[in-house]
């Protein structure tokens, strides 16, 4: 019933410049199509996507990162009265907002449920999409969900929505995710919503979710499609050097097969092709490199899918499948402040990267880096740093080993300092960022001076 209502905002396939929107198709219809591209013309047998724990999956199975920019924010905007205002508070929320506030709060108790549901009916209904996500859905089934749920959450706020929103659209072509896709994945949406909430939905819940829900499918299908202009879906790249560093550590270099841009501190996500389209996400090792080669350090972890084939069963000449860049836990290179850099474990590989960039950029900010690890032998890249630490005089390097666990590390930073004038890196397990981010808190670290990637985002992450 409600879907003869929702043709009204439909989503468009792509930008108003390209003459492809304002008319088409509504949820339920078929939007007009981009031209494709080789990469992006369909979701080829192993598309999929994701990171994460039991990592991603779906196909907007991008880790949400709308409700805790700050921490990974650029550096403080000493204007910040040019930029459009903070998200209204909760009394001025628009109505629209307030409505989906109410769905989500009626459907978090049984969030299992309508995950589930939600999934059936996307592939009961729409087959087709199946291929486009990882043969066992059990661990990550709910990240399309919980990204959609996510930004429906925050559609007031507009300038973090939609840069999460487009990444989340660009991050999808790997997946071989299509506009003809979005309808049917809002159709189970509002199927599922609607179930479990059936004794409050009503005419305007639905239409606010339907507003809510188009504006995000046409941020990320207009974002795939400028994005489609520039850039491949993913890349290929072949495995050039494994060198195992510990038993479950391996440092893993690959040749993409076309110029891969990125910053240091950036992140992939990556495929193997033993287990098609489960992604996850790892951390560059080093900065762009002349010879166009990049690393990436690996732990293999208990049930970590592709983490055990990268390290166990990875040699040379496999090809894996990168997806595009991201993260923002990068350097400003505008900015003359000290770097306070926490690496815990094989969090250390975005740090040794920014190390690499700031040198590259011929600055002489003091950069600081502590590195934990649980024993000697977990220092697996402590060479590498006390070299680098020789060559450059502005670098410190302190390893930390901390064997009760998961409190030396930021207790560390605690005892040195004073920290006025720095900005704060910090990369390792999510408990670390957890209490690194507490202790720099306590310390009086301004939190838009504190950058990591995204916690829940880590709690996927197949390290
Ligand atoms: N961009 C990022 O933030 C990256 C994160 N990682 C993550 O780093 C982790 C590395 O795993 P492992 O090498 O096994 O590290 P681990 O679990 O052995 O921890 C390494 C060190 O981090 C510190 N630490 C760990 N948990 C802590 C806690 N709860 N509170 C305070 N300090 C804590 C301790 O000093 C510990 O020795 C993985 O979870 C991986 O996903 C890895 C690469 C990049």
Redesign the pocket.
């Known amino acids: 019933m409600f879907e003869a209502r929702l043709t009204m905002d439909a989503p468009t396939t792509a930008s108003a410049d390209n003459g492809t929107s304002g008319g088409g198709g509504g949820w339920f219809g078929t939007p007009p199509q981009p031209a494709a591209t080789p990469n992006s013309a369909g979701p080829p047998s192993d598309a999929g996507r994701t990171p994460h724990p039991a990592e991603s999956i779906g196909m907007f199975g991008e880790r949400p990162r709308v409700p805790s920019q700050r921490s990974q924010a650029a550096p403080p905007d000493p204007t910040p009265q040019e930029h459009a205002p903070p998200p209204p508070p909760a009394q001025q929320a628009s109505p629209d907002a307030l409505l989906i506030r109410r769905t989500m709060a009626e459907i978090e108790p049984v969030a299992d449920k309508v995950t589930s549901y939600f999934y059936a009916l996307l592939f009961v209904r729409h087959p087709q999409l199946r291929p486009l996500f990882p043969a066992a859905m059990d661990t990550q089934r709910d990240r399309l969900l919980k990204a959609l749920l996510t930004a429906a959450e925050h559609i007031d706020n507009t300038e973090v929505l939609v840069a999460y929103l487009q990444n989340l659209g660009r991050g999808h072509r790997k997946y071989g995710t299509m506009p003809e896709h979005y309808p049917a994945v809002g159709e189970c949406l509002i199927g599922a919503l609607s179930k479990y909430t059936s004794h409050v939905w009503d005419q305007a819940m639905e239409a606010a979710w339907v507003r809510a829900y188009t504006t995000i499918s046409q941020v990320m299908i207009d974002a795939a499609a400028a994005d489609q202009l520039r850039a491949p879906a993913w890349w290929h790249a072949e495995v050039v050097a494994h060198d195992r560093r510990t038993t479950d550590?391996a440092v893993v270099t690959v040749r993409p097969d076309q110029p891969y841009p990125f910053l240091a501190?950036q992140?992939a996500s990556v495929e193997t092709p033993w287990w098609p389209r489960v992604w996850r996400?790892?951390?560059f090792a080093s900065a762009p490199r002349s010879d166009g080669l990049l690393s990436f350090?690996v732990?293999a972890?208990p049930a970590g899918w592709v983490s055990n084939a990268l390290v166990h069963r990875a040699r040379l000449g496999d090809v894996i499948r990168l997806g595009p860049p991201g993260?923002a836990?990068t350097v400003d290179h505008t900015s003359d402040s000290g770097l306070l850099c926490?690496?815990?474990?094989?969090?250390?590989?975005?740090i040794k990267a920014l190390v690499e960039d700031v040198a590259e950029h011929g600055e002489r900010r003091p950069m600081e880096v502590?590195y934990?690890?649980?024993?000697d032998v977990?220092l697996y890249d402590i060479n590498t740093m006390l070299r680098l630490q020789q060559v450059h005089s502005w670098l410190s390097v302190r390893a930390?080993?901390?064997?009760q666990?998961?409190?030396?590390?930021?207790?560390?930073v605690r005892e040195f300092g004073p920290w006025n004038g720095y900005d704060a890196y910090?990369?390792?397990?999510?408990?670390?960022?957890?209490?690194?981010v507490h202790v720099l808190r306590n310390a009086g670290f301004p939190q838009e001076r504190i950058r990591?990637?995204e916690v829940e985002e880590?709690?996927t992450?197949?390290?």
């Not at 934990?372 to 024993?375: E, F, V, Y």
């Not at 930390?400 to 064997?403: E, K, L, M, S, T």
């Not at 666990?405 to 560390?412: E, K, Q, R, V």
């Not at 910090?426 to 690194?436: A, E, T, V």
């Open positions: 550590i501190g992140y996400h790892y951390s350090h732990k972890v993260g836990m926490l690496g815990g474990g094989t969090g250390i590989a975005p502590f934990g690890a649980r024993t977990d930390i080993i901390d064997q666990g998961h409190i030396g590390l930021p207790d560390a910090l990369s390792g397990p999510p408990g670390m960022i957890r209490s690194g990591h990637d880590l709690l992450v197949d390290s």
